[in-house]
């Protein structure tokens, strides 16, 4: 990382800093006003209709693959920011909605701000790798075991993601997963097609020697022929 970088990064921790203390006075103080004026049953009843109405518009709205923690803090700091908001008009009046104006406007700067920072560490020779945001097979060559874990992984996934993109990527995934059974081991993948399975089973006890089979026997080695039935 280059010397800039690294200024860059100490400038946005220190306005960071300072915007995270005058938000923290600016809540406390609010919080205080609204209380005194309109009382705890209207600070707590300003609080539960905000975070109400958010959690019902959220709740109208599809849900991304695995991100419930996101919408969790949005519905909390909806119920803050209200009665951050009447705590101001109240205490402080118009000059009150103006900090908090500002303060939003300054917090979304300093996100937009340090998005930038990140992005221009993950580029070539940044020093940092992207995570992938869709399911991959293992890097290297996949043995059998990490795909039959895949396998089940991305089943889970599916159950939870409405995204039609991720979907489609899972499902992808999925195909892969089956390609690379198919190449490394085909008489058991398909004497588990065989079974006619659901998408939810897993396939290691057909694939991968020594697991158990849903009777009770377990996979024989592929190099070895199975018992007969």
Do not use: K, Y
Request: aromatic share 4%.
């Amino acid at each position: 990382m280059s010397w800039t970088s690294r200024a860059w990064r100490v400038a946005w921790r220190a306005a960071g800093a300072v915007w995270a203390a005058l938000t923290a006075g600016t809540v406390a103080v609010s919080v205080l006003g609204a209380t005194l004026v309109v009382g705890p049953a209207g600070v707590v009843g300003t609080a539960l209709a905000a975070a109400g109405g958010t959690a019902l518009a959220l709740a109208l709205r599809p849900e991304p693959c695995g991100r419930t923690w996101p919408r969790t803090r949005l519905v909390g700091c909806a119920g803050l920011v209200a009665v951050t908001v009447v705590g101001a008009l109240t205490s402080l009046g118009q000059a009150g909605l103006a900090l908090v104006m500002v303060l939003t406007a300054t917090g979304h700067g300093l996100r937009v701000w340090h998005r930038a920072l990140v992005r221009a560490a993950v580029r070539p020779g940044g020093g940092r790798v992207r995570r992938p945001r869709h399911p991959q097979l293992p890097p290297g060559p996949p043995d059998l075991t990490q795909l039959c874990r895949a396998w089940r992984t991305t089943h889970e996934a599916l159950g939870r993601c409405t995204d039609p993109a991720r979907r489609a990527l899972l499902v992808q995934a999925r195909q892969d997963c089956l390609d690379e059974m198919a190449r490394l081991e085909p008489a058991g993948l398909q004497r588990w097609l065989d079974t006619v399975p659901d998408p939810a089973d897993d396939p290691a006890p057909f694939l991968v020697t020594g697991t158990r089979r849903p009777g009770g026997d377990r996979a024989s080695d592929p190099g070895r022929p199975g018992p007969a039935h």
